[in-house]
Antibody, heavy 122, light 107 residues
């Protein structure tokens, strides 16, 4: 059973950088999966932030691309998110998730972390 | 970006009711459509992937259908555990996008 767990500061100052890590257990960073971040502002819908695969290839949401960096550390079985120049609009629950990829057939988020609330405030 | 819409935005139903939720994509996405259930304070959980494939462990009262731009999620007989918000999500192209959700509550 794959498990994901987010960690990082729950409070970030405006104009600062939000940094989160997702620890993966019960699975490895093998080919066929991508590792994503999704966020959800309080009381609102879900927004995909971006994804990274085992070789470090990334795809980002264009709406956030200029501020987002994803990285992966296979030796520690974890991947990370950095979001720079944050504002109150970045306040959200941040989830990490595994994207199961079957090229040409389907792609779906099958495992999610529990989520972590990050508040942007001075 | 592919825009996803869902209808209704909310509905009230009773235990035992048959419920059908609708999701529409702004362009054709074949069957690259997934459905999630989310309860307050919890992460989304996958119900259906590839429009009609039931995720392992999901009860058979849930079913999905559709292709192209129009999709449905049906709950054949609502149980108390099914009162939640349901999101659709397209995986046809990045950026992956989600619908705004349908909240199912108790009548």
């Amino acid at each position: 059973q794959v498990q994901l767990q987010e960690s990082g500061p729950g409070l970030v100052k405006p104009s600062g950088t939000l940094s989160l890590t997702c620890a993966v257990s019960g699975g490895s960073f093998s080919s066929g999966n991508w590792w994503s971040w999704v966020r959800q502002p309080p009381g609102k819908g879900l927004e995909w932030i971006g994804e990274i695969n085992h070789s470090g290839s990334t795809n980002y949401n264009p709406s956030l691309k200029s501020r987002v960096t994803l990285s992966i550390d296979k030796s520690k079985n974890q991947f990370s998110l950095k979001l720079s120049s944050v504002t109150a609009a970045d306040t959200a629950v941040y989830y990490c998730a595994r994207l199961r990829a079957v090229p040409g057939t389907c792609y779906y988020f099958d495992y999610w972390g529990q989520g972590t609330l990050v508040t942007v405030s001075s | 970006d592919i825009q996803m819409t869902q209808s209704p935005s909310s509905l009230s139903a009773s235990v035992g009711d048959r419920v059908t939720l609708t999701c529409r994509a702004s362009q054709r996405i074949s069957t690259y459509l997934n459905w999630f259930q989310q309860k307050p304070g919890k992460a989304p959980t996958l119900l259906v992937y590839a429009a009609s494939s039931l995720q392992n462990g999901v009860p058979s009262r849930f079913s999905g259908s559709g292709s192209g731009t129009d999709f449905t999620l049906t709950i054949s007989s609502l149980l108390p555990d099914d009162f939640a918000t349901y999101f659709c999500q397209q995986s046809y192209s990045t950026p992956f996008t989600f619908g705004p959700g349908t909240k199912v509550d108790i009548k």
